[in-house]
C-alpha cells in the first residue's frame, strides 16, 4: 500500500545514545529511501561520521538533541512517540497499526531505550525475535513495514 504524499502525515526516525557512527549512515540511507521527512539523534555519544554516502543532511532535515527531555520538548505538535524496545509492553511489529503523524526512537544495542524515554512513548513496538536486532537494521525494518502497510489516523475512542 502505497502513502499518498497528498494526504497530511510524516514520520521522523531517529537514534538515543548512538553507539557507532557506521549505524547512523546506514538508518540515514534507509530514512531517505523509505520516506522519512526527517532524522535525529539524541545524547552525546555520536560523532560525526563518514559513512553518510549520500550526504543525507543536504537532502532532509537532521536534528540533534543533547537529552531526552530536549527531544520530548520539541516534538512535533501532534506526534506521537513510537518507542522501539524488547519490553514486556511493547506490540509485535507485525501486529502494529503506524500512526499518520509520529516519531520512531531507537536505542543503542547495548543499553536500548532509557526509562524516561519508554515511559513517555506513546507505544512500544518490537519485533518477534529471539535477541535483539541491530540499530540499523532494526530501523530500516519498521520503516519499511510502514511504506508496506500505510499508517492510520487514530481518533479518540479508536483501538490503538
Same mark, same amino acid.
Given at each position: 500500500m502505497?502513502?499518498?504524499?497528498l494526504?497530511?502525515g510524516?514520520?521522523?526516525?531517529?537514534?538515543?545514545?548512538?553507539?557507532?557512527?557506521?549505524?547512523?549512515?546506514v538508518?540515514w540511507?534507509?530514512?531517505?529511501n523509505?520516506?522519512?521527512?526527517?532524522?535525529?539523534?539524541?545524547?552525546k555519544?555520536?560523532?560525526k561520521?563518514?559513512?553518510d554516502?549520500?550526504?543525507?543532511?543536504?537532502?532532509m532535515?537532521?536534528?540533534?538533541?543533547?537529552?531526552?527531555?530536549?527531544f520530548?520538548?520539541?516534538?512535533?505538535?501532534g506526534?506521537?512517540?513510537?518507542g522501539v524496545? #524488547?519490553?514486556e509492553? $511493547? *506490540?509485535?511489529?507485525?501486529e502494529?497499526?503506524?500512526p499518520r %503523524?509520529?516519531?520512531y526512537? @531507537?536505542?543503542?544495542?547495548?543499553?536500548? #531505550?532509557?526509562n524516561? $524515554? *519508554?515511559e513517555?512513548?506513546h507505544h512500544?513496538?518490537?519485533? %518477534?525475535?529471539?535477541?535483539? @536486532?541491530?540499530?540499523?537494521?532494526?530501523?530500516?525494518?519498521?520503516?519499511?513495514?510502514?511504506?508496506i502497510?500505510?499508517?492510520?489516523?487514530?481518533?479518540?475512542?479508536t483501538?490503538?
Amino acid at each position: 500500500m502505497k502513502i499518498d504524499q497528498l494526504e497530511p502525515g510524516y514520520f521522523g526516525i531517529g537514534i538515543q545514545h548512538g553507539k557507532t557512527p557506521e549505524n547512523l549512515g546506514v538508518l540515514w540511507r534507509s530514512a531517505q529511501n523509505l520516506g522519512a521527512s526527517f532524522v535525529f539523534t539524541v545524547g552525546k555519544r555520536y560523532a560525526k561520521q563518514a559513512c553518510d554516502t549520500h550526504d543525507i543532511v543536504k537532502a532532509m532535515p537532521y536534528f540533534h538533541y543533547d537529552t531526552f527531555e530536549d527531544f520530548y520538548e520539541h516534538l512535533p505538535k501532534g506526534a506521537m512517540i513510537i518507542g522501539v524496545e #524488547l519490553d514486556e509492553r $511493547a *506490540i509485535d511489529l507485525q501486529e502494529f497499526k503506524h500512526p499518520r %503523524n509520529c516519531v520512531y526512537l @531507537l536505542g543503542a544495542e547495548d543499553h536500548g #531505550l532509557t526509562n524516561e $524515554a *519508554i515511559e513517555k512513548s506513546h507505544h512500544l513496538i518490537k519485533f %518477534n525475535t529471539p535477541k535483539s @536486532l541491530n540499530v540499523a537494521v532494526a530501523g530500516s525494518i519498521i520503516m519499511y513495514d510502514r511504506s508496506i502497510k500505510g499508517s492510520h489516523i487514530y481518533l479518540k475512542g479508536t483501538p490503538k
